[in-house]
């Protein structure tokens, strides 16, 4: 049991640490203007899919090409390795889902255009949908991982 703790502990603390730095990617290219606002790329404001997958959120040339990569990277292990296994596919979406929730909220706290408290719909329109002031993305997101991890661990 405490190898399997160490085990998830090393993997969220070297997810947190990628979903860090990669907050700190966008905050230099977005700067104060989150969700590729200024950023010159196509967009899709409002469309029946994106209120179904994407929360309402707006569709970016940008995030287009950026989520299929970071779950690339992610991936990338088991391609190296040529490993694959459902437990393995079930952590591996787990460390995605918890690598862009991690980077959203490190993206305020780090923003000097933001921080911590200007996390709120408010001030925030690119996330639509709120719950106990925060996202639900980081809440069904954290559901999700932790049952994806739980399923990755479970012994047969």
Not at 70 to 94: G, N, Y
Not at 108 to 114: S, V
Request: a neutral charge; proline letters at 4%; glycine letters at 4%.
């Amino acid at each position: 049991m405490t190898s399997i703790r160490n085990s998830v502990l090393l993997t969220l603390s070297w997810v947190a640490l990628l979903a860090i730095f990669f907050a700190q990617v966008e905050i230099q290219i977005e700067g104060s203007a989150g969700w590729a606002v200024n950023l010159p790329t196509w967009r899709i404001e409002q469309h029946w899919l994106l209120d179904l997958f994407w929360g309402g959120r707006a569709m970016t040339g940008y995030h287009a090409w950026v989520f299929p990569l970071i779950a690339m990277f992610f991936h990338f292990p088991m391609v190296m390795l040529q490993q694959w296994s459902l437990a393995l596919q079930a952590r591996t979406i787990a460390c995605i889902i918890v690598f862009w929730i991690i980077e959203d909220a490190s993206w305020f706290i780090m923003n000097p255009a933001f921080g911590w408290h200007a996390l709120r719909p408010e001030t925030v329109p690119w996330h639509h949908h709120w719950w106990w002031n925060l996202p639900v993305d980081y809440w069904l997101g954290s559901a999700v991982a932790i049952v994806l991890f739980h399923l990755s661990y479970r012994r047969k």
